[in-house]
């Protein structure tokens, strides 16, 4: 299996374009044309691609896929002191890139790097072939501390829709998420099996991508939640009428996915669970949050199964393991691994807690941040709020919240005072949720930061 082959599995060559700010890349000009000047210096060998533009990353790994040994992908925000750890762990030869920083750090290591523009498409080429079964290397937690390197195959990327996506030249996929990271990666690879894909630009605003959406005519469009949460927030998705709506990266609460619903009456919304080591667990398409606890077992895409509260995940779309001498083990012994996502059941479906890590501990008791933004975030006033922990010296830890209130609310009601709007949160919190859980303090702000990949940064994740 190879990407150009997946890309032309239908007959013929791909019909579909990927799409940047600026320009367009029809995937057919990649049958005859190449980025590559040297395509020997890339075979067999394992290269890092560490390029500022998703355009020049997608085309990259349609060049590379097949032909290198393994890729490396570089994700956005990764600082350049890194790099001897990922190179050292992943084995690296060779560096496209088109950073002239990057390619002095890889020379003071002693790797070899070249200048890379995928839109530069000059090279002439008889034809695509596959001389070798690629592997794909992603980066993850890479903003906290040193990233761990995750292989990847192109059967285990691409097993969630391999045998069930849509071949239709009419669709055009479109994402807030890069590219070079799980999430971003699924939907190109599903873009470039079935149609054409828009790519989002770091530099440009939430406006100016929709407005590129409209304009390509986008037919289905994923983010996470909190990306999701942007786009309401603006208020410029008027026009913008994709027909399949996806969110994963975050839990899917009640009211992103009503909110989502109300702004686009005629699409799908649907969320799934995915991480890069364990693959995508589920696809949900009912509109309610969490899933049914009918997909444990084996479901179309996965297999799942619930361990002490937390959801551990087998199947071919897992990873194979993590690169680099004295890495845990990714599966456990029965092959399941554990995604660290504490999950419940209530009447018949599983709802999302909380990772195992961000736990609040309050004199003892456990408090997961999620369940009481699920809660926050259901108040027609509040666009979004971020709950995390401070210190106590009696309990150790107290919940606080930091909240945007929303600019209209759905229901029509009057815009409260911050006073207001803070003494109605704290009485839903507590007719939801237990004394411990309801925050001790309740901040209203402008704005929440979100990170490279599309979450809500946490003060201690």
């Known amino acids: 299996m190879w990407l150009w082959g997946l890309m032309t599995a239908t007959g013929g060559v791909p019909a579909g374009s990927l ?52 890729i490396v992908l570089w994700p956005p925000g990764l600082g350049n002191e890194h790099i001897r750890h990922v190179i050292s762990q ?37 034809e695509r072939r596959q001389a070798f079964q690629t592997e794909w290397v992603l980066l993850t937690s890479g903003t906290t501390g040193t990233p761990k390197l995750v292989l990847h195959t192109l059967a285990t990327l691409t097993d969630a829709f391999r045998t069930r996506v849509e071949h239709s030249n009419a669709i055009v996929w479109g994402t807030f998420y890069d590219i070079r990271r799980y999430g971003g990666l699924q939907i190109l690879l599903r873009a470039l099996c ?10 440009e605003s939430v406006a100016e991508f929709l407005a590129r959406l409209r304009g390509a005519g986008a037919t289905h469009v994923s983010g996470t939640p909190s990306q999701w949460r942007r786009v309401l927030m603006s208020g410029d998705f008027a ?143 509040v666009e979004v709020c971020r709950v995390s922990a401070r210190r106590s010296p009696i309990t150790g830890a107290v919940v606080t919240a930091e909240v945007v209130a929303a600019v209209e609310a759905d229901d029509g009601s009057e815009c409260p005072s911050d006073r207001e709007l803070t003494n109605q949160i704290v009485e839903i919190c507590r007719a939801a949720l237990e004394p411990y859980k309801v925050p001790a303090t309740i901040r209203i702000v402008r704005a929440l930061e979100v990170s490279a990949s599309g979450k809500l940064v946490r003060p201690n994740a």
């Open 239 to 381: 026009g913008t009428a994709p027909r399949y709506i996806r969110l994963s990266g975050e839990v899917a609460d009640q009211s992103i996915l009503d909110s989502l619903r109300a702004a686009f009456p005629s699409a799908i919304v649907a969320h799934a669970f995915a991480s890069t080591e364990a693959g995508v667990g589920f696809e949900v398409e009912d509109g309610r949050a969490g899933f049914p606890a009918t997909l444990i077992g084996y479901n179309e895409i996965a297999e799942l199964k619930v361990v002490d509260g937390t959801l551990r995940v087998r199947s071919d779309g897992n990873a194979v393991r993590y690169l680099g001498a004295g890495s845990p083990n990714l599966r456990a012994d029965d092959g399941f691994v554990n995604t660290g996502d504490r999950v419940e059941e209530r009447d018949g479906r599983y709802v999302f807690k909380g990772r195992v890590g961000g736990v609040i501990n309050v004199g003892g008791l456990k408090v997961y941040p999620e369940e009481v933004e699920a809660v926050i975030n259901s108040h027609p006033w």
């Open 194 to 203: 079935c149609g054409s894909m828009v790519l989002s630009s770091a530099t």
């Open 19 to 70: 799409r940047s700010s600026d320009r367009s890349i029809a995937l057919a000009a990649l049958a005859r044309r190449s980025a590559l000047d040297d395509i020997e210096r890339v075979a067999g060998r394992c290269v890092l691609v560490a390029v500022s533009d998703q355009l020049s990353a997608a085309v990259s790994l349609i060049e590379l896929d097949g032909v290198a040994r393994r």
């Open 90 to 126: 992943a084995e690296v030869e060779i560096c496209l890139t088109d950073s002239v920083a990057m390619t002095a750090s890889a020379s003071q290591i002693g790797i070899e790097s070249r200048m890379f523009d995928g839109t530069d498409l000059s090279v002439a080429i008889a």
